[in-house]
């Protein structure tokens, strides 16, 4: 099938596209023509993006995939055409045959792609180390522990020393484990004026501060996920300065909530990391305006009843993959960020730490696209969300952006 879209702004941050009344152009699963087609080439299928934001699908560095054909979908609803996924699933992807069977069964799903991270230790017990290359093989992109620490630092360089001698990535959470066990919140004002139980910033800084050692030592690439603080972004900031293979992420809701959004105990507002104060959103917001973050929506569905319970006892995360690109947007505005940057966040940018070929319109590369309506205005409910995670901080609050049309591999998938 070839495929003309037709009369939008085509955005394209990775190769420096930002135009209006642009045509691109698919056969196959691929982009084949950007302004202008190949010679010879007929649309059997013209879409018509007038008013409307034509750009790469957006890849998600984090999304957990509780059920895959629901939660799929609400990737491709939100215009996410590549999720990354954290090993801890149940049972955690430890065995090359599980990664093997997810990748396949998304495959089979046909919506988003998936790229699965690897345990890094088995059971994610920070103990025993995987079968990398046979999880590598699988399908897995890089390898992660999720949220689970390695307590034992030992363990943690043996694990590094591996993945480095075969060039693996490896994704880590940078939380101290004993300074964060027994902790909810950010430990500060709010925490204190409440009673909840601190996590205090030393917890990431300590736990950075560690890995930035081993990563000196070893040579291993590792990707810190979720930063939640000023200190430990400039830390972060510092090691790649220096020329250390490190690199960041941060989760779109620590970029506009701070821990006041806690409120009267929301449990809606639990994440981990903990909402931190505005100067740590501040530093956080300069970092992805400047390229040395990306965006990841920390997808994590939860049932009613994970949410529906004591601050203190309510499960951690907030469902992310269908307001990825609306509180990018949100962000944006905000933070007055012009908004090819914003889309790099969530495009080339996260594409690029994993070497992924994905998150450009560069003729040749898959049709994995996004045509959505910047100007429409949505309010998030619990019936609108295809996931089956109903649980965020912005239930009953306007979104801006919307997205009419998904396609991945040229096959139209959302619209």
Known sequence: ????????????????????????????????GVGAPPAGFEATETIDAQGHVVCPGFVDLGARLNSIEAELAAAVAG?????????????????????DRLVHRAKEIGKARVYPLGALTLGLKGERLT??????????????????PVVDTQSL??????????????????????????????????AARLGLSGIPVAAETIAIATLTQLVRHTGCRVHLTRLSSAAGIAMVEAAMAEGLPLSCDVGIHHLLLTEYDIGYFNPQARFLPPLRTEADRNSLSHAVRNGRAAICSDHT?????????????ARSGATGLEVLLPLTLKWAAQE?????????????????????AAGSLSVGASA????????????LTPEVLRSRGKNSP??????????????????????
């Open 1 to 32: 099938m070839n495929i003309e879209i037709r009369n939008g702004r085509v955005i394209d941050p990775k190769n420096g596209i930002d135009q209006n009344n642009l045509s691109l152009f698919i056969s196959g699963r691929r982009i084949v």
């Open 79 to 99: 215009g996410v055409t590549s999720v990354v996924v954290p090993p801890d699933a149940d049972p955690p992807l430890d065995e090359p045959e599980l990664a």
């Open 131 to 148: 079968e990398m290359a046979g999880l590598r093989k699988a399908g897995c992109v890089a390898f992660s522990q999720a949220k689970v």
């Open 157 to 190: 360089m043996h694990a590094l020393e591996y993945a480095a001698s075969f060039g693996f990535t490896v994704f880590l959470h940078p939380q101290e484990y004993y300074l964060a066990r027994n902790g909810n919140a950010h430990d500060g004002e709010v």
């Open 301 to 313: 569905p939860l049932a009613a009843d994970d949410k529906m319970m004591p601050f203190g006892e």
């Open 336 to 356: 007055s960020v012009d908004l090819p940057t914003a889309l790099a966040s969530i495009t080339c940018a996260p594409a690029a730490l994993l070497g992924l």
């Open 368 to 379: 994995d696209i996004c045509i959505f309506d910047p100007d429409a205005e949505w309010v």
């Open 394 to 415: 912005w239930l009953g609050h306007p979104m801006p952006g919307k997205v009419q049309k998904t396609l991945v591999g040229g096959r139209i998938v959302h619209g």
